[in-house]
T-cell receptor
Framework: GAVVSQHPSWVICKSGTSVKIECRSL??????MFWYRQFPKQSLMLMAT?????????EQGVEKDKFLINHASLTLSTLTVTSAHPEDSSFYIC????????????FGPGTRLTVT | KQEVTQIPAALSVPEGENLVLNCSFT??????LQWFRQDPGKGLTSLLL?????REQTSGRLNASLDKSSGRSTLYIAASQPGDSATYLC????????????FGQGTILTVHP
């Protein structure tokens, strides 16, 4: 199946700093990528839809100024958590939609963010 | 608003048993339905995708069915193995090819030797 990578796989940062997470589709061009957040023992919550060359669409309740999304190319989307706080600690997962196969979504391995 | 429910929340079976995981959704106007597997601390692995016009898909020991009119899907796992232990998530995509995925809460499966 298609491969989506995320970097870093885990990161620890201090409160008040910013952290950037990268999501790459390795073997197909993805005009649309998605960012999810997952708390322990819970399902995935969609944060935003990232569209190549345009502004991201955020879900209700997600602060767009805190979670900056950039989709500058057909294979790369980035999520920047600005002025991170301990409550931002979570597992962040991206996915990319493959237009060549019924728009099936392929997920990255996730990034564990811990804010101290 | 689409809602996806998975039953049971957890399931523990002995190795070798055949088992069924259930998924129901409230809005039948879906584009496709996907079943995923998630191991602890890991991302999601796509298992099967069923288009809205299809009734079932098979991959190895896995078979997924879709009854769009009743808003139900099942994932059948044959001859379960300890390596099948994971959380299984069902997700439906909205009514167009641009539809977002809505996830169920998942079923935690444990297959013991």
């Amino acid at each position: 199946g298609a491969v989506v990578s995320q970097h870093p796989s885990w990161v620890i940062c201090k409160s008040g700093t910013s952290v950037k997470i990268e999501c790459r589709s390795l073997d197909f061009q993805a005009t649309t990528m998605f960012w999810y957040r997952q708390f322990p023992k819970q399902s995935l919550m969609l944060m935003a839809t990232s569209n190549e060359g345009s502004k991201a669409t955020y879900e209700q309740g997600v602060e767009k100024d805190k979670f900056l999304i950039n989709h500058a190319s057909l294979t790369l989307s980035t999520l920047t958590v600005t002025s991170a706080h301990p409550e931002d600690s979570s597992f962040y997962i991206c996915s990319a939609r493959n237009p060549r196969y019924f728009y099936e979504q392929y997920f990255g391995p996730g990034t564990r963010l811990t804010v101290t | 608003k689409q809602e996806v429910t998975q039953i049971p929340a957890a399931l523990s079976v002995p190795e070798g048993e055949n088992l069924v995981l259930n998924c129901s959704f409230t809005d039948s106007a879906i584009y496709n339905l996907q079943w995923f597997r998630q191991d602890p601390g890991k991302g999601l692995t796509s298992l099967l995708l069923i288009q809205s016009s299809q009734r079932e898909q098979t991959s190895g020991r896995l078979n997924a069915s879709l009854d769009k009119s009743s808003g139900r899907s099942t994932l059948y796992i044959a001859a379960s193995q300890p390596g099948d232990s994971a959380t299984y998530l069902c997700a439906v995509a909205g009514g167009t090819s641009y539809g977002k995925l809505t996830f169920g809460q998942g079923t935690i499966l444990t297959v013991h030797p």
